[in-house]
């Protein structure tokens, strides 16, 4: 069963940066793609932004684009998420997602929180 575990959520101002880390406890397979959701209150979760292991493409949802840099650390299965110039609409519950072998697996979400 893989495990993943997301930090570095918090409370940042508006235009400020944060870094998110996903770490998974195996990757099964070498290939994988493993990325970013969000669900703010009252929303539907979203997928924001993915990289596939196979090639490295990176995919990045319209309100993220420019602000936001997915990458890893194959060394330590580890996937973070760079955001930038945050914005209030940026608040939400940040969930790591993978999908290896066709299953699906999901982290405890972490939170952000983009207030001044």
């Known amino acids: 069963q893989v495990q993943l575990v997301e930090s570095g959520g918090g409370l940042v101002q508006p235009g400020g940066s944060l870094r998110l880390s996903c770490a998974a406890s195996?990757?099964?397979?070498?290939?994988?793609?493993i990325g970013w959701f969000r669900q703010a209150p009252g929303k539907e979760r979203e997928g924001i932004s993915c990289?596939?292991?196979?090639?490295?493409?990176?995919y990045y949802a319209n309100s993220v684009k420019g602000r936001f840099i997915i990458s890893r650390d194959s060394g330590v299965n580890t996937v973070h998420l760079q955001m930038s110039g945050l914005k209030s609409e940026d608040t939400a519950v940040y969930y790591c997602?993978?999908?290896?072998?066709?299953?699906?697996?999901w982290g405890q979400g972490t939170q952000v929180t983009v207030s001044s």
């Open positions: 990289l596939s292991s196979a090639d490295g493409t990176t």
């Open positions: 997602h993978a999908n290896i072998l066709s299953r699906s697996y």
């Open positions: 195996e990757f099964s397979s070498d290939y994988y793609a």
